[in-house]
């Protein structure tokens, strides 16, 4: 075992009571996050006819409101492509008939705040094995998680995501 100062053994007793592959929680990781960038996958949900674009409505304190492409950031060892799965299933509940890429690569900085601040982000094209829930399809006024497809970008796209304008 490594000898490590009294503070940086504290911490480390601590990680290694966390199995990071299943996450680490949101404490921790908004700590983590103010000092290295995250890497993420963002899902561009195509529809079968490939013009249009699924979009979700967020309404959290860190980026909403607004439509985002759906995405979520990469566990300790996790493959990109699975974690591309698992967002189409947290976000939609929807298994991928196709996915394709990554297609593009952009990194995302919030010049507002640090926690959450920068992302090194991997750009996929999916398409649904089926249709999401119609319970969450959004109206005029959606909440948040509710979902829409778009011919075009809209323009309240969250602004951290500008950046995919030009994949719509």
Same mark, same amino acid.
């Given at each position: 075992?490594?000898? *490590? #100062?009294?503070?940086?053994?504290?911490?480390? =007793?601590?990680?290694?009571?966390?199995?990071?592959?299943?996450?680490?929680?949101?404490?921790?990781?908004?700590? +983590?996050?103010?000092? +290295? /960038?995250? +890497?993420?996958?963002?899902?561009?949900?195509?529809?079968? &006819?490939?013009?249009?674009?699924?979009?979700?409505?967020?309404?959290?304190?860190?980026?909403?409101?607004?439509?985002? +492409?759906?995405? !979520?950031?990469? =566990? $300790?060892?996790? #493959?990109?492509?699975?974690?591309?799965?698992?967002?189409?299933?947290?976000?939609?509940? @929807?298994?991928?008939?196709?996915?394709?890429? #990554?297609?593009? $690569?952009?990194?995302? $900085?919030?010049?507002?705040?640090?926690?959450?601040?920068?992302?090194?982000?991997?750009?996929?094209?999916?398409?649904?094995?089926?249709?999401?829930?119609?319970?969450?399809?959004? !109206? &005029?006024?959606?909440?948040?998680?509710?979902?829409?497809? $778009?011919?075009? @970008? #809209?323009?309240?796209?969250? /602004?951290?995501?500008?950046?995919?304008?030009? *994949?719509?």
């Amino acid at each position: 075992m490594t000898d *490590y #100062p009294p503070d940086l053994a504290l911490v480390r =007793r601590w990680f290694d009571a966390i199995d990071a592959r299943e996450g680490i929680g949101k404490d921790l990781y908004q700590a +983590v996050s103010q000092l +290295v /960038p995250s +890497v993420s996958v963002e899902l561009l949900i195509k529809s079968t &006819d490939r013009k249009s674009t699924l979009l979700i409505w967020r309404a959290d304190e860190y980026y909403g409101p607004g439509w985002h +492409v759906p995405g !979520g950031v990469v =566990r $300790f060892k996790e #493959p990109l492509q699975k974690r591309v799965y698992k967002v189409a299933k947290n976000e939609l509940n @929807c298994d991928l008939a196709s996915v394709n890429g #990554p297609v593009g $690569f952009h990194e995302i $900085f919030n010049e507002d705040r640090d926690i959450r601040g920068h992302f090194l982000a991997f750009v996929f094209e999916v398409t649904l094995a089926h249709q999401p829930e119609k319970s969450r399809r959004a !109206g &005029d006024e959606p909440r948040d998680g509710m979902w829409r497809w $778009f011919d075009r @970008c #809209p323009d309240d796209l969250i /602004p951290n995501q500008r950046q995919l304008r030009a *994949y719509f």
